[in-house]
């Protein structure tokens, strides 16, 4: 049997393709429009997972969209109405698009794919995220936590899943949401919304939680896991374009705007941000009060969360929890859960967000709507598309680029290891693209994490991150407690997707200060040998020629751009920085 899942018009669009119950190919629509966030019907995405699969539309089974259209368009109606006339503008903008497009996305579907109406099918956004945490985790039986942005009108829910059936019980409701509540903060901070959340996240560290007591004005907390925002404070229910409102604003003062570089004390002031300015001091001051703020909002967020899960166990008394929605992206707070919540076991699934949806929706039709029974378990992330050595030489050889082809494996990771060695940054294109907003060893750049240096290094050459945006290390699985503070780590499965953020030990900050952040965490990345043999391998060989089985992981794109997907996409981003060596599988490409 062959289902297609498929989310789009909000967030990140994306495409799956489940054969049986097992997951065939996912990807998110940005891979191949290479627009940031695209959230258009994802042709490209529905395309390859067809092709992955070698199937035409007309072979699948059913087609399953990952929210119910009519509800999301009622929730819209009826925020407009109870907010007019401010509402007014949100209200024009959305009659357009809704009564063109979203409205009528199964037709739309049914039309493009040539799949009969009545095999389209529509299920709850927050039943996607559900699903698609729950059905793709390895328990039998667990807790459910959803938590974004909205859906249809949830922006939560909870519940449990035994088998093949998944109930959820109950959810919070529109506008009391903890993913607007932490995009509010993301936008008074400088950041885009649904974009930004992650420097949020990591410029809490350079600041201290002194404004708790203002940002617990914004929300309550309330029995059973629940809690409600102060609408006095947000727009988000009434305009497209602005979060928060003039009292927010004079609450936490100015915002930050977007242009302005952020560095502390701490930091100091990065190399490749330039000569330093005269009002420096100045600068430091205010940036302090922003980390300060975005450290208050973080903590106050995982406060939530854990008042979310502590009500969750008490309910149901599991002791595995399978999370999902925009907000089990948050690391850190993943981590605090895990320590400090009771439920001992955490599933989260690489692509938690919305693009998430789409394996969600295909998986709750095969087993909640048609009781098919398990047997999946996402335990890697590697669903995209791979490019053959025959297509990276072609498209070399079309562009007149010289290169060097290595034909043994221990040739190919000798040469690796010596570039990284040497301080050089490495571009590691190999075998099928990753699913979710994380590069997980397969659309990486590459570099030495022991290096104090190695941060800067990556950023002058390549990245351009402020120091909120700290690297990640990539670590052999087995040799994880040595270095961090994360006991089972083998069988930690946020870990393996890097949506985990635990302490790096402190007798190894000085071993491996490239992935150290400045409170002395890393959001690591376990790799397992059977999942990825060839990145295992690499780590391997450089943990034997250092004696530290642990690699600089960031994400192979330029700031601003979707992560690299073709060999052409790579060989863009290796041209227009200054990385070293580009690996395209077994094909090397140095800089000339
Ligand atoms: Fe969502």
């Not at 529509?122 to 559900?130: G, Q």
């Not at 002395?520 to 450089?542: K, M």
Request: one cysteine or more.
């Amino acid at each position: 049997m062959n289902i297609l899942g498929i989310s789009c018009f909000y967030h990140d669009a994306a495409a799956a393709l489940l054969r049986d119950g097992a997951l065939v190919a996912a990807a998110e629509e940005e891979r191949f429009s290479r627009l940031k966030h695209d959230f258009g019907y994802p042709k490209q995405a529905i395309a390859f997972c067809l092709e992955q699969a070698g199937l035409r539309s007309e072979d699948l089974d059913y087609v399953v969209y990952y929210e119910k259209p009519f509800v999301k368009f009622e929730r819209i109606l009826e925020t407009c109405l109870q907010t007019f006339p401010r509402s007014y503008t949100v209200f024009r903008e959305s009659m357009i698009t809704w009564l063109t497009e979203k409205l009528w996305v199964k037709n739309l579907i049914s039309d493009d794919l040539r799949v009969p109406a009545e095999r389209v099918l529509a299920v709850d956004h927050h039943a996607s995220h559900a699903a698609s945490a729950f059905y793709a985790s390895p328990f039998e039986e667990a807790a459910i936590l959803t938590v974004d942005g909205v859906g249809e009108w949830a922006t939560a829910s909870h519940g449990v899943g035994r088998g093949e059936k998944l109930a959820l019980r109950s959810e919070l409701r529109f506008p009391h949401s903890l993913g607007l509540f932490y995009s509010a903060f993301t936008a008074f901070l400088g950041f885009e919304v649904n974009d930004g959340e992650f420097k949020v996240m990591g410029m809490a560290p350079y600041g201290s939680p002194r404004y708790l007591d203002e940002v617990w004005k914004l929300i309550e907390l309330e029995p059973g896991g629940a809690f409600r925002l102060n609408m006095d404070y947000f727009s988000f229910h009434y305009s497209s374009r602005d979060t928060f409102n003039r009292r927010f604003v004079e609450l936490f003062g100015t915002p930050r705007p977007p242009s302005m570089h952020f560095f502390t004390t701490a930091s100091g002031y990065p190399s490749y941000f330039g000569p330093k300015p005269p009002d420096y001091e100045e600068l430091a001051r205010r940036n302090q009060h922003y980390a300060d703020l975005a450290a208050s909002v973080q903590q106050v967020t995982e406060e939530v969360l854990l008042h979310m899960a502590r009500a969750l166990h008490a309910e149901t008394g599991q002791t595995r929890l399978c999370m999902a929605g925009g907000v089990a992206l948050n690391s850190v707070a993943n981590g605090r859960i895990l320590r400090e919540s009771p439920f001992t076991e955490l599933y989260v699934q690489p692509a938690a967000g919305d693009g998430g949806g789409a394996v969600g929706a295909a998986l709750y039709a095969y087993h909640q709507l048609l009781g098919k029974p398990r047997g999946f378990v996402m335990d890697h992330a590697y669903y995209g598309r791979e490019f053959s050595q025959g297509e990276s030489v072609d498209w070399l050889r079309s562009q007149n680029i010289t290169y060097e082809i290595v034909s043994a494996e221990d040739g190919l990771l000798d040469q690796v290891v010596q570039a990284l060695l040497r301080g050089e940054v490495v571009g590691w294109h190999q075998g099928r693209f990753e699913w979710g907003p994380r590069a997980l060893g397969n659309r990486s750049i590459l570099a030495d994490a022991r290096r104090a240096d190695m941060k800067d290094i990556v950023n002058t050459k390549i990245k351009f991150r402020e120091p909120y945006r700290p690297f990640a290390p990539s670590v052999l699985a087995e040799a994880t407690e040595r270095y961090f503070d994360l006991s089972d780590a083998c069988g930690n499965w946020p870990a393996r997707f890097m949506l985990l953020v635990v302490p790096v030990r402190p007798e190894h900050h000085a071993t491996l200060p490239a992935i150290t952040h400045v409170d002395g965490s890393g959001r690591l990345q376990t790799v397992f040998r059977d999942t990825n043999p060839l990145y295992y391998s690499l780590i391997e060989r450089f943990g034997q020629a250092t004696g530290v089985p642990v690699v600089l992981n960031t994400s192979f794109n330029l700031k601003g751009e979707p992560i690299v997907t073709s060999p052409a996409n790579a060989y863009s981003t290796f041209s227009k920085s200054d990385m070293d060596l580009l690996v395209l599988g077994n094909v090397l490409v140095r800089k000339a």
